[in-house]
């Protein structure tokens, strides 16, 4: 089955200390950003911040005012004293979406017993939906295309254009 962002505005968010001070390539954020376009959405941002939880807020919230359907980010959630960024996505949304950050971590776990220690988190502010992922490009894409096949149904939702009991 083939599933389509088309009609939704995307916008991706990469926490990384290092790809912000330009010691290392982004390569999660790019990666994201054409596959969202391959299935037909908009990718209206592509931003690059520090492990600094008020940056990664401050990022979260500008796009949201900028009119993201969906925000991803990338980075900062693992064990590492400077991975803040479930706390700093905490602090933004006004209800979790639980579910989505669980299957993300059952299917990794398929792949890799590390999935255990990602502290991702997925929520809601307004009509918004965001989604953590990890900071690798494979984690972060795997981890995106496992939930791909409920975000088009929930956006419509969170949207009001649909009802929560169609399929």
């Known amino acids: ?25 982004d ?10 376009e391959e ?17 990664v807020k401050k990022a979260i919230l500008e796009l949201i005012e900028e009119g993201a359907d969906l925000i991803l980010t990338t980075g900062g959630t ?3 004293p400077r ?12 209800r979790e979406a639980p579910g989505l950050s669980e ?13 255990l220690l990602s502290r991702g988190i997925s929520g809601i502010r307004g009509e918004s939906l965001i989604i953590n992922l990890p900071g690798s490009p494979n984690g ?12 088009p149904h929930g956006l419509r939702i969170l949207k009001g254009k649909g009802e929560e009991g169609e399929h």
Do not use: C, Q, W
């Open 1 to 25: 089955m083939k599933f389509s962002l088309e009609g939704y505005r995307v916008a991706i968010i990469t926490v990384s200390d290092r790809s912000f001070r330009g010691e290392r390539e």
């Open 140 to 151: 972060a894409l795997e981890n995106f295309l496992a939930v791909l096949p409920a975000l």
């Open 83 to 94: 991975d803040v960024t479930p706390e700093a996505t905490k602090e933004v949304i006004e």
């Open 103 to 115: 299957h993300m971590r059952r299917e990794s776990f398929k792949k890799t017993p590390h999935a």
């Open 78 to 80: 693992g064990f590492s």
């Open 39 to 55: 299935l037909g959405g908009e990718a209206i941002s592509l931003k690059l911040v520090p492990d600094e939880k008020e940056e």
């Open 27 to 36: 390569k999660s954020g790019p990666l994201l950003k054409e596959k969202i």
